[in-house]
């Protein structure tokens, strides 16, 4: 698929005052105090963790994938992290942070991820196909699509009521497609559609 974001790489590890960590952008509902706790004994007898996964923007670091570690680091009293920096645009961040999440041992329950899915494409403006490049191994295409259907269906109506405003106010198919990228066969079809079914409501259903 053209255009779409390369899947990021692994970067140098560095370390940074736990502190410095902000969390915005976490496709869980919440904490899992329980693993928090288990984290924090971990480290407590030595044990290291794999680099949390944080992207940087304006000298800030914002995490992806990590939560329940930072917050153990900070339960078990230690004073820095590791950390690993994605190279990923922010339109991305949620998503890759889903794809990050959903490759923990922890995996993401249904309704975090449809939640996510729902987020990305409304919040952050990307496409279905671009969700399902990041979410590949998580959901199938057609779930994806499916869990957008009611909005994508929303879109669609209000699109072809724009349609049928600019036709009405004396805009011709070409003008239209020129401003909205609809062609103009698909244009002439849902503004006959929408002038059938005012006809059959008896009145104007403009809105």
């Not at 405003?165 to 990228?181: C, D, P, Q, V």
């Amino acid at each position: 698929m053209a255009d779409v974001v390369q899947l990021t790489a692994a970067a140098t590890q560095l370390t940074a005052p736990i502190g410095s960590i902000v969390v915005t952008v976490y496709p869980r509902e919440k904490l899992d105090e329980e693993r928090v706790d288990l984290f924090a004994e971990l480290l407590k007898t030595g044990h290291v963790f794999d680099p949390v996964k944080v992207v940087e923007q304006d000298k800030v670091l914002y995490l992806l994938d990590g939560c329940h570690r930072v917050e153990a680091h900070k339960k078990a009293g230690q004073t820095e992290i590791t950390y690993e920096i994605q190279n990923v645009e922010k339109k991305y961040w949620l998503l890759e942070a889903g794809r990050l999440n959903g490759r923990s041992s922890k995996p993401l329950a249904t309704g975090e991820i449809k939640q996510m899915i729902l987020r990305a494409y409304q919040n952050d403006g990307v496409t279905p196909e671009e969700i399902f490049h990041y979410l590949k191994d998580i959901c199938s295409k057609s779930w994806i699509y499916k869990t957008l259907a009611p909005i994508r269906a929303l879109e669609k109506d209000a699109l072809k009521q724009g349609l049928f405003n600019l036709h009405r106010a004396g805009k011709s198919y070409s003008e239209i497609e020129k401003l909205t990228g609809v062609n103009r066969a698909t244009a002439q079809r849902w503004v006959t559609q929408n002038t059938e079914i005012q006809a059959a409501n008896g009145g104007d259903t403009d809105s």
